[in-house]
């Protein structure tokens, strides 16, 4: 949990959470309710054609003592580009953004917030000793994450063992820094985050996770092909 007092911890009121939510009419209710307790901004960042903002919108309306933002745009701005839009939109110390999918629960993203007294990002991970999977990924998913990690060492030399979990916490200042360098707007956004913060000489810790697969995943092969090309055109201009 986050800490509430003024004795050097991090209080929710400075944390922004960021929830990109593209087509998300069959989750997103159950998603409010689980962020419904944050104590610091939620912002909604909807580019689909359902009914997903009129839904948050609603429940805003419902729950005025929370502070909701929902953020709609006309046209796709893939996952990299509603993350992006959603952080420049906090205005916290803090900013972390999770799926729209409730893989990550609420008390995680708070524990990742935690980190953040000592470092200038915190991202969860699967693949790491402490994390907790009470339901895995498919076989062919994991194999799939695995060589995607491999590809990831060895074009951009970070040493994470999951960038692409969909939890992760940062300090504002850091993101300023590399925010108007990103180019990627698909699901490569992570792996170009975290390559532009370690250039930058910002300190990312990776911290085990508890995380739950929902069978529903937005991430289909055209997506996965995509991101490797996206990841060799980053690296190689």
């Known amino acids: 949990m986050l800490d509430d007092t003024d004795n050097g911890g991090v209080s929710p009121a400075d944390c922004t959470l960021v929830v990109p939510a593209y087509n998300e009419e069959r989750r997103i209710r159950s998603v409010l309710e ?3 307790g944050f104590g610091g901004d939620l912002v909604f960042v909807c580019d689909g054609t359902d009914s997903t903002a009129a839904i948050i919108d609603a429940f805003a309306a ?3 003592s929370l502070s909701i933002r929902c953020l709609t745009y006309p046209t796709r701005l893939g996952k ?3 993350v992006v839009a959603g952080m420049e939109a906090a205005a916290t110390r803090y900013v972390g953004y999770m799926d729209a999918d409730g893989s990550t629960a609420l008390a995680e993203m708070e524990r990742l917030f935690g980190r953040l007294t000592a470092m200038d990002g915190a991202i969860g991970s699967r693949w790491v000793e402490g994390s907790i999977l009470p339901v895995r990924q498919g ?3 994991r194999v799939e ?4 990690n491999f590809m990831v060492r060895a074009l951009f030399g970070l040493d994470y063992r999951d960038t692409q979990c969909g939890a ?7 993101l300023e820094e590399v925010l108007p360098s990103i180019q990627s707007t698909g699901f490569e956004f992570d792996v170009e985050l975290l390559w532009r913060l ?4 910002c300190r990312v810790e990776e911290v085990p996770i508890t995380w739950e697969n929902r069978d ?3 991430v289909a092969t055209t997506d996965a092909k995509a991101m490797l090309l996206g990841m060799i055109r980053l690296r190689f201009g």
């Open 145 to 148: 994450s695995r060589l995607f």
């Open 80 to 82: 990299g580009g509603g």
């Open 62 to 64: 419902d729950h005025p």
């Open 139 to 141: 076989f062919r998913r």
């Open 34 to 36: 689980d962020v419904s």
């Open 216 to 218: 529903e995943s937005k």
């Open 168 to 174: 992760k916490a940062f300090r504002k200042d850091a």
């Open 198 to 201: 370690r250039q930058s000489g």
